[in-house]
């Protein structure tokens, strides 16, 4: 089992930034493919963000493309999220997802992600 903890969020006004920290504990998290998901109000839960157990190549949704930045510490056994530029279309509750075992084409699909944080908000408003 891996419990999964992400802290960071909050209120940012347009154009700055936030660094979401996934924290695990149980497993080591450097085995585990660990993205991050986010809700927003209204919306159905959407990939934010990956990075590979295997290789550590990173992969992002085309609307985050050179403002969000994905990274492990396997020192830490956690998982980061630099988000710049921000908008308010990204304000959502940003969650953590981590699977063991997952395959390169689900790795934006969120049913196929065992262990789940339980969310952190980000809201990005003047």
């Known amino acids: 089992q891996v419990q999964l903890v992400e802290t960071g969020g909050g209120l940012v006004q347009p154009g700055g930034s936030l660094t979401l920290s996934c924290a695990a504990s149980?497993?080591?998290?450097?085995?585990?493919?660990v993205a991050w998901f986010r809700r927003a109000p209204g919306k159905e839960r959407e990939f934010v963000a990956a990075i590979r157990a295997t290789n550590s190549n990173p992969y992002y949704q085309d609307s985050v493309k050179g403002r969000f930045t994905i990274s492990r510490d396997n020192a830490k056994n956690g998982v980061y999220l630099e988000m710049k530029s921000l908008k308010p279309d990204d304000t959502a509750v940003y969650y953590c997802?981590?699977?063991?075992?997952?395959?390169?084409?689900?790795?934006?699909?969120?049913?196929?992600?065992?262990?789940w944080g339980q969310g952190t908000q980000v809201t990005v408003s003047s």
């Open positions: 997802a981590a699977d063991e075992r997952l395959i390169l084409s689900s790795l934006r699909t969120a049913r196929d992600y065992d262990y």
């Open positions: 149980g497993r080591t998290l450097s085995r585990f493919t």
